[in-house]
C-alpha cells in the first residue's frame, strides 16, 4: 500500500473519531479529580461531621436502616463496607421507573450520614440534569458511554477506542521520513515545532510533535479504552490467546434472562460466609487482608461478591482481590476467585485498568491524566484544522493548476 493511501487512512480515520475524542478528552480530564471535584460542588451530599463521640454504624446495619428509609421498589445490591470519618456513606439503588409494563431501570447514588443512617440525598447516575449534584455522574457516563443506554454506548465507544488505536500507528509511520539517508536528521524535524512558522505550521508542528513525544501514553488510554468498552467481546479473547488469564465470570451461572430475586442467606450471613472464604484463600495464595471493600449481591448470576483490599492490589480506589460464592444453594459454595496479581493477563488488565483511571502513583500521575486529555482535545482539534486548510487550500486552487500541483505531492501528503 502506498503511503498516499496511509495518509487518506489517517485523514478520515481521524475526523471519524475526532469530535468522541474531543468529548473524552474533557471528561476524562476532570474525572482525573472526579471525587474533589465532587465535595467541592457538593459539600452537603459528601460531607458529614465528624463525630469522634459517637461510633461509625455498622455498614450493613447502616445499608438496612437506609432502604427502608428509600421507597419500597429500591434494591441496593451493592454496598461498599468501608467507611471514612467526616465523610458521607454512598450506597448504590436500583428501582424500576414510570408505569406498569413500560418501566425503565433507573441507577441512583444514595448518601446517607455513616453515624445515624439519615438520608442525605440522592441523584440519578448519569442523568441528563444539569445541577451540582449531577454535573460529575453525568461527565463519567459521557466519558464511557455518551449516555447512551448500555451495551450500545459503550460498544460505540470501543469502537472509536479501536479506530483510534489503528489511527494512532498509521500517525507514527507517517511522521517517518521516506529516505533512509539521514533518517534521524530528517525525522529530528519531527519531534520539534518552529514556533517562528505561520500559524498553519505551529499548527502542523504541535499535531505531528505531540503525537510522538506522548505516542506511548496514547496507545495506553487507546488500548486500555478498548479492554474496559469491548472486554467481552474483543479484549478478553484475545488476551486468553496471548497470555494466561483468570476470566472469573466464565464459572458464574447467567441468569439475566431470569435474575435471581430472593438470596440464601442474609448480608450479615453472606458478610461472614465471603470473609471465611476470603481468609482460606489469603490462607492459600499467600497475600494479606488490609481491609473489607464491598459486598453485592450480583442477581444476574445468583452470586454474592465479597472484595477486599489485599497486598495483591495496587490500584488506590477499590479492592480486587474479591471471591464469588452461591446465592443459591443453602452452603454458599465457592464459585470463582479473583485478585490482580493471580495471572499474568488479569495483572496487565488491572494496570491498564488503573493506568487510564488515574489510580496508582498518587497526585503527579493524575495531574499527567488530567493534561493527557487535553493533549487528546487539542490532537483532535490540530488534526480537523490541518484537513479544513488542506480543504480549503485544494478548493481555491483552479482546476488547470491540478496537474502541476501534483508534481510535489509529498508536500501535500505530510502536511494531510
Same mark, same amino acid.
Given at each position: ?43 452537603? &451530599?459528601?460531607?458529614? *461531621?465528624?463525630?469522634? /463521640? ?5 455498614? %450493613?446495619?447502616? +445499608? $438496612? =436502616? ?38 425503565? &431501570?433507573?441507577?441512583? *447514588?444514595?448518601?446517607? /450520614? ?5 438520608? %442525605?440525598?440522592? +441523584? $440519578? =447516575? ?38 483510534? &488505536? ?251
Amino acid at each position: 500500500m502506498t503511503r498516499h493511501f496511509w495518509v487518506l487512512a489517517h485523514r478520515y480515520a481521524g475526523l471519524a473519531i475526532a469530535g468522541f475524542l474531543v468529548i473524552a478528552g474533557l471528561t476524562g480530564s476532570l474525572l482525573a479529580f472526579y471525587d474533589e471535584i465532587d465535595t467541592a460542588l457538593n459539600p452537603e &451530599l459528601m460531607l458529614v *461531621e465528624d463525630r469522634s /463521640d459517637m461510633p461509625l454504624l455498622d455498614p %450493613l446495619v447502616l +445499608r $438496612e =436502616r437506609v432502604e427502608k428509609a428509600l421507597p419500597g421498589n429500591a434494591h441496593l445490591d451493592y454496598h461498599p463496607l468501608h467507611r471514612e470519618p467526616g465523610r458521607s456513606h454512598k450506597l448504590y439503588a436500583w428501582r424500576l421507573v414510570g408505569p406498569e409494563g413500560a418501566q425503565t &431501570l433507573r441507577f441512583y *447514588e444514595v448518601f446517607a /450520614d455513616p453515624y445515624t443512617a439519615e438520608v %442525605l440525598g440522592e +441523584r $440519578e =447516575r448519569g442523568a441528563w440534569v444539569f445541577d451540582r449534584a449531577h454535573f460529575m455522574p453525568l461527565m463519567y457516563q459521557l466519558h464511557y458511554a455518551l449516555t447512551i443506554p448500555y451495551p450500545w454506548g459503550m460498544w460505540l465507544f470501543g469502537v472509536i477506542s479501536f479506530v483510534w &488505536l489503528f489511527d494512532s500507528f498509521v500517525g507514527f509511520y507517517l511522521t517517518l521520513p521516506r529516505r533512509r539517508e539521514g533518517f534521524w536528521k530528517g525525522w529530528k524535524l519531527a519531534w520539534l515545532v518552529k514556533w517562528s512558522g505561520s500559524a498553519y505550521r505551529i499548527n502542523f508542528d504541535l499535531h505531528r510533535a505531540l503525537s510522538l513525544w506522548l505516542w506511548g501514553m496514547l496507545i495506553l488510554f487507546a488500548v486500555s479504552s478498548v479492554s474496559l468498552n469491548l472486554k467481552d467481546e474483543l479484549y478478553l479473547p484475545v488476551l486468553k490467546r496471548i497470555v494466561p488469564t483468570v476470566d472469573a465470570h466464565e464459572a458464574l451461572p447467567d441468569l439475566h434472562h431470569a435474575p435471581l430475586m430472593q438470596a440464601n442467606m442474609s448480608w450479615e450471613q453472606a458478610r461472614e460466609r465471603g470473609r471465611e472464604l476470603m481468609a482460606e484463600r489469603a490462607a492459600r495464595h499467600g497475600f494479606v487482608i488490609e481491609q473489607e471493600d464491598a459486598i453485592m449481591f450480583a442477581r444476574e448470576h445468583g452470586a454474592w461478591y465479597y472484595s477486599v483490599m489485599s497486598d495483591q492490589d495496587f490500584a488506590d480506589d477499590h479492592g480486587h482481590t474479591a471471591v464469588y460464592f452461591s446465592a443459591q444453594d443453602e452452603h454458599g459454595a465457592e464459585l470463582a476467585f479473583e485478585h490482580p496479581k493471580i495471572a499474568p493477563g488479569n495483572t496487565f488488565t488491572s494496570w491498564l485498568a488503573a493506568l487510564h483511571m488515574g489510580k496508582v502513583f498518587g497526585l503527579p500521575y493524575r495531574v499527567l491524566v488530567c493534561v493527557m486529555g487535553l493533549v487528546i482535545v487539542l490532537l483532535s482539534v490540530t488534526g480537523v484544522v490541518i484537513w479544513w486548510r488542506k480543504r480549503r487550500g485544494r478548493r481555491a486552487v483552479p482546476s488547470e493548476a491540478a496537474a502541476p500541483a501534483t508534481a510535489a505531492p509529498h508536500m501535500r501528503e505530510d502536511l494531510a
